[in-house]
């Protein structure tokens, strides 16, 4: 998988994906990550990108011209065309199953803007995948690309240790995922759960799924429709809803 970023933030980009696991999915060969300035193809003598939009308002534009020499640099290197993410408050919202998508690919770039945006014009000629991280507004598109870069590689095979790993945990199979524990068995007064010192490995599984139930309706019950629930495990959430609705009431009682 090779990352191609134009952005006029590189070294923001470049320190980022060189830490932790990225970094050594970089230095493994797992992936490649190219920082292209846009300031490198500005076409005045002051290195200006940006300028007032037409019609007035706020603020200043990214203008067309170095946005495309950019991207064209990027792209006459490939063989085929590849796709090309904006980042931007108006794009589709990010999710797990896009990301595993978009991992397919071999070859992505990503146009961060900055500024109050970048020119239409540029945009209706090069972007195939306007793509939003969430519903607020920050001043760049360089840390969406990079929580889009980090989610992309953990689909690439060879980044994360373990193969299975990046698609078994929370939303692979629709549900948050369970609650984990490791040593000390007992830390400021409080247990790990029984059943998973008990060795049972179908208890464990068990107990695990319905972790991964109960934590799923508690704080993102919108996700239960698109999951895979079984009609059994529809009961239980019914009738974990009735417990914590009775649960409310009673509490509501004693105040
Ligand atoms: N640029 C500014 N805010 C953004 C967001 N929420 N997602 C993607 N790009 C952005």
């Known amino acids: 998988m090779n990352f191609h970023v134009l952005t006029l933030f590189p070294e923001m980009i470049c320190q980022a994906m060189q830490s932790s696991i990225t970094g050594r999915a970089i230095e493994n060969g797992s992936i490649t990550v190219e920082a292209v300035n846009i300031r490198d193809f500005a076409f005045n003598k002051h290195m200006k990108v940006d300028d007032y ?12 011209e170095p946005v495309y020499l950019a991207w064209e640099s990027v792209r006459k290197r490939m063989e085929a065309p590849c796709r090309t993410v904006f980042l931007t408050p108006q794009g589709k919202t990010f999710t797990q199953e896009m990301a595993r998508d978009l991992a397919q690919s071999r070859d992505l ?11 239409e014009r540029v945009l209706e000629e090069i972007v195939t995948d306007p793509v939003s991280i969430g519903d607020y507004v920050l001043t760049g598109g360089e840390l969406p690309a990079l929580v889009m870069m980090d989610a992309i590689s953990r689909m690439v095979p060879g980044v994360l ?36 010192m008990s060795g049972h490995h179908g208890n464990v599984d068990a107990w695990r799924r319905e972790q991964s139930i109960i934590r799923t309706l508690r704080t993102r019950p919108d996700l239960l429709p698109q999951s895979d629930l079984s009609n059994k495990e529809w009961n239980f959430v019914r009738q974990l809803k009735k417990q914590w609705k009775e649960e409310a009431a009673k509490k509501n009682e004693n105040v």
């Open 53 to 64: 939009p037409y019609g007035g308002g706020a603020g200043m534009l990214m203008q067309a």
């Open 109 to 119: 770039i990503f146009l961060c803007g900055h500024y109050e945006g970048i020119d």
């Open 161 to 196: 240790g373990n193969e299975e790993s990046g698609e078994n945990e929370s939303f692979s199979a629709g549900l948050l995922e369970y609650p984990q524990y490791t040593r000390p068995q007992v830390w400021h007064g409080k247990e790990v759960p029984e059943v998973l």
